[in-house]
């Protein structure tokens, strides 16, 4: 008996189930990655429609673009994007109250302590402003102004990132994957077949009789899971017992209202509402929890709530809250929505697609991968998706919205240890701990924290070893030098207006 190691079969030939946003980033980042000689087919059906509703980014949305070498202003071009310097969240604590989860820095630390430290004791001491002083891209967002880079060496960075048409952007990078040799097939999928003794995907059936075979799989067929979940069964961990809205209603309006360089999340008595303004409409939607609203309130309540004129039918969109148990299991990997789904409140939603993409990349399997590949795959998958899950539930439990049955509901239950271990040690001592890779930072949670209402006891004592008239400066110093680079800043829509002029002189296609 030979104690050879079998010999692995090559994977030469890619197989998207799905196209939509998901299905077209994910191919066009293996027509630009994946070594010469590698078939890239994609299957979609033009009757299956998307869901569709991600709109708004955050700025790792550069990361993905830049890897493709797109051009920024053909891109906003093409997408009908605008700019997004953060999220306010409108009612969240109570009603009549608003607070921004704002991109970029807040404050400025000293010696070894960040900002939260300083600013907690400056406001136990009766000083401290709110912390959209000490924010470039909450001043710049609230004033509607943006910019790229720094105006001044020492200026902070104000990053940034995209409302965008989320079918535009799919219709234009699945222009950029065919022109890179990605093969389309128009269909829907009707049968999977699967290797008898591997259980591994070897083709798929479409309607006419057609057979796309491959290698591996890309499932990006959203909530059906038609690869990942209905033929390879892997099962799905539900997170409604803490997110529990389970139904989303969207519809897109005619401009109107300002047109923020931000997007609104506004608290509704059973859910929240979402607004992103784009060039040629404003999106919008209701998520919302039919356990406490019914479809026709949603409606009602959403309609109710438009800057301009719908321009068409509310759209439902039924979903349960959580992950599949394995995101890469055999040769199949599932991207989008065929692998979970978190609510968009902070538009996580495309930044898990590449998320997942990119990961994928890092370790890309030239034949049948190794196990240990596959499992550190989805323990990473399972951590950054849980972490989300986490921040997620935050602004939900941290609410005074009293007298409203949901939202009683969501703050009286039980958090998941890991949510429960941050919010102690915030309450504490003002300690925000970011474990390993986190998609959201310490700023980010301090953000949230603070605006959902959740105060901290104490502060690091090291605060203390700052002179009283130091720590003013540091605080008066920092916001004057922000309201001075907010001044000279151009509107938010003078600034696109530019680009898009810029992009037109310049010969960028239409």
């Not at 991968?369 to 990473?380: M, S």
Request: charged letters at 25%; one cysteine or more.
């Amino acid at each position: 008996m030979s104690d050879a190691p079998r010999e692995k079969r090559a994977i030469k030939r890619f197989v998207i189930a799905g196209g939509g946003t998901a299905g077209w980033m994910a191919a066009a980042a293996l027509a630009r990655f994946v070594p010469p000689g590698t078939a890239i087919e994609l299957v979609e059906s033009d009757a299956i429609g998307t869901v569709g509703v991600g709109e708004a980014t955050i700025p790792q949305i550069h990361l993905f673009n830049g890897a493709l070498g797109l051009d920024e202003a053909e891109f906003v071009r093409e997408t009908k994007g605008s700019f997004k310097l953060g999220i306010e969240f409108d009612g969240w604590h109570r009603e009549g109250e608003s607070y921004m989860h704002a991109f970029g820095t807040v404050g400025r630390g000293a010696g070894l302590l960040p900002f939260q430290h300083y600013w907690l004791r400056a406001k136990q001491l009766g000083f401290a402003k709110p912390l959209m002083r000490y924010s470039l891209n909450e001043l710049a967002a609230r004033t509607m102004r943006m910019q790229r880079g720094r105006r001044a060496p020492g200026a902070p960075e104000m990053p940034y990132a995209y409302h965008f048409d989320a079918g535009l952007y799919a219709a234009y990078l699945r222009r950029f994957a065919e022109a890179r040799g990605v093969t389309r097939h128009e269909g829907k999928i009707e049968r999977v077949a699967q290797d008898g003794t591997s259980g591994n995907i070897t083709a798929l059936h479409l309607n006419g009789d057609r057979r796309i075979e491959g290698d591996f799989f890309i499932d990006c067929t959203g909530f059906r899971g038609l690869l990942i979940e209905q033929a390879l069964e892997t099962g799905y961990e539900e997170w409604t017992q803490w997110l529990r809205c389970d139904r989303a209603m969207a519809v897109p309006c005619a401009n109107g209202g300002d047109f923020t360089p931000y997007t609104k999340a506004i608290a509704r008595r059973a859910g929240w509402q979402w607004r992103i303004p784009l060039q040629h409409r404003i999106g919008n939607g209701l998520v919302y929890s039919t356990a406490h609203m019914s479809d026709g309130e949603a409606a009602d309540t959403l309609l109710a709530n438009l800057d301009g004129e719908p321009l068409a039918e509310p759209r439902t969109i039924p979903f349960t809250t959580g992950v599949r148990r394995k995101m890469w299991h055999k040769n199949c990997l599932a991207v989008g929505l065929s692998a979970g789904f978190l609510e968009p409140m902070e538009s996580t939603s495309i930044h898990l697609i590449q998320a997942s993409i990119s990961r994928f990349l890092s370790v890309l399997p030239a034949a049948e991968p190794d196990p240990a590949i596959v499992d550190w795959f989805n323990a990473q998958c399972n951590f950054e998706w849980s972490r989300i899950r986490d921040f997620l539930i935050l602004h939900y439990t941290a609410n005074a919205r009293e007298g409203e049955p949901f939202w009683d509901g969501v703050r009286s239950m039980d958090l998941p240890d890991t949510l429960t271990a941050k919010l102690e040690q915030w309450r504490a001592t003002g300690l925000i701990h970011r474990e390993h890779e986190e998609l959201f930072t310490e700023v980010g949670w301090f953000q949230v924290l603070v605006g959902q209402g959740v105060a901290a006891r104490g502060y690091n004592p090291l605060a203390d070893i700052l002179p009283e008239n130091e720590l003013r400066s540091l605080l008066d110093g920092t916001e004057a030098g922000l309201v001075e680079e907010v001044r000279q800043m151009p509107r938010h829509l003078d600034f696109l207006q530019s680009m898009m002029t810029s992009a037109s002189t310049q010969g960028v296609p239409a």
